[in-house]
């Protein structure tokens, strides 16, 4: 059942938005679904294996959890008609989500739970180049900030609010491009297409001034049928929330560059 609102803005313009529960149905049964294998995986391992880290279970429950409320529920339904709302939930479903699920290294729980010819099918596919190609920074920072460029300035961003299938896809996208810009930065599961620290650093600047300078020009330039306020309000939700973010990445960055350099460190220092 879909409930149809007609929002008249103050410049004259008109956006029909659709605010379905069967759209919010299917963005939420993935990350369900997730959970629960997730939950699966961790009682078989531990059946097997010495205990999983509790704190990467609670990663993913909660990267479940802000996925969830983004595409669901009364958040969700504002962010149809309220900017601010719809810039919240892009911070939660691209960039909280995704970093609290990589903390939560679910390809190395899925090694420690499947049998091993298993294992090698998926180590096989980590390895072709279709996954070296998506966990490129360059790439994954191409199709997370260039495909938040195409939402904003063009009009895409109306047209996802009018089109089920349109609104699906770009959700899915703007938390599968979050993912796997994430997991391209900081390495948390196995990656068999490794870059250094210096190269993923110096690309994920980039990829930071991207996000800023996206979040000043919708502060100054409303997307097609976004009232100013809104624009205003969102665009600073999106430069500082994201900060926040992005600041969590460059420290656990940061952290392991330091642990990875420790050793040549301390050789230097008894030479």
Same mark, same amino acid.
């Given at each position: 059942?879909?409930?149809?609102?007609?929002?008249?803005?103050?410049?004259?313009?008109?956006?029909?938005?659709?605010?379905?529960?069967?759209?919010?149905?299917?963005?939420?049964?993935?990350?369900?679904?997730?959970?629960?294998?997730?939950? *699966?995986?961790?009682?078989?391992?531990?059946?097997?294996?010495?205990?999983?880290?509790?704190?990467?279970?609670?990663?993913?429950? *909660?990267?479940?959890?802000?996925?969830?409320?983004?595409?669901?529920?009364?958040?969700?339904?504002?962010?149809?008609?309220?900017?601010?709302? =719809?810039?919240?939930?892009?911070?939660?479903?691209?960039?909280?989500?995704?970093?609290?699920?990589?903390?939560?290294?679910?390809?190395?729980?899925?090694?420690?739970?499947?049998?091993?010819?298993?294992?090698?099918?998926?180590?096989?596919?980590?390895?072709?180049?279709?996954?070296?190609?998506?966990?490129?920074?360059?790439?994954?920072?191409?199709?997370?900030?260039?495909?938040?460029?195409?939402?904003?300035?063009?009009? *895409?961003?109306?047209?996802? =609010?009018?089109?089920?299938?349109?609104?699906?896809?770009? =959700?899915? =996208?703007?938390?599968?491009?979050?993912?796997?810009?994430?997991?391209?930065?900081?390495?948390?599961?196995?990656?068999?297409?490794?870059?250094?620290?210096?190269?993923?650093?110096?690309?994920?600047?980039?990829?930071?001034?991207?996000?800023?300078?996206?979040?000043?020009?919708?502060?100054?330039?409303?997307?097609?049928?976004?009232?100013?306020?809104?624009?205003?309000?969102?665009?600073?939700?999106?430069?500082?929330?994201?900060?926040?973010?992005?600041?969590?990445?460059?420290?656990?960055?940061?952290?392991?560059?330091?642990?990875?350099?420790?050793?040549?460190?301390?050789?230097?220092?008894?030479?």
């Amino acid at each position: 059942m879909n409930i149809l609102n007609h929002i008249h803005h103050s410049d004259g313009a008109h956006i029909e938005h659709t605010v379905g529960i069967l759209p919010q149905l299917l963005l939420v049964l993935p990350f369900v679904l997730g959970l629960v294998l997730y939950i *699966l995986a961790v009682v078989f391992s531990n059946k097997k294996h010495k205990t999983w880290p509790i704190y990467r279970t609670v990663c993913w429950i *909660l990267g479940v959890f802000f996925a969830v409320i983004s595409v669901a529920g009364p958040l969700a339904i504002r962010a149809h008609t309220d900017f601010t709302a =719809h810039m919240f939930g892009h911070l939660l479903l691209g960039m909280l989500a995704p970093l609290l699920m990589a903390l939560a290294a679910p390809m190395t729980l899925m090694f420690r739970t499947v049998n091993v010819p298993l294992a090698r099918r998926f180590s096989k596919l980590l390895k072709s180049w279709p996954s070296r190609m998506l966990t490129n920074p360059v790439m994954a920072s191409l199709l997370n900030i260039g495909g938040l460029w195409i939402l904003y300035t063009t009009d *895409l961003y109306s047209l996802m =609010h009018q089109y089920i299938l349109l609104h699906l896809l770009i =959700h899915f =996208h703007v938390f599968a491009a979050g993912y796997l810009f994430t997991i391209s930065m900081i390495y948390i599961d196995p990656i068999f297409h490794r870059t250094s620290f210096r190269y993923r650093l110096v690309v994920f600047i980039v990829a930071l001034a991207g996000h800023g300078i996206l979040s000043k020009f919708i502060y100054g330039n409303p997307p097609n049928g976004v009232p100013a306020d809104q624009a205003e309000l969102g665009g600073m939700v999106m430069y500082y929330g994201g900060d926040i973010i992005d600041v969590m990445i460059i420290f656990i960055l940061c952290m392991q560059w330091f642990k990875s350099a420790r050793p040549r460190i301390k050789i230097a220092i008894n030479q």
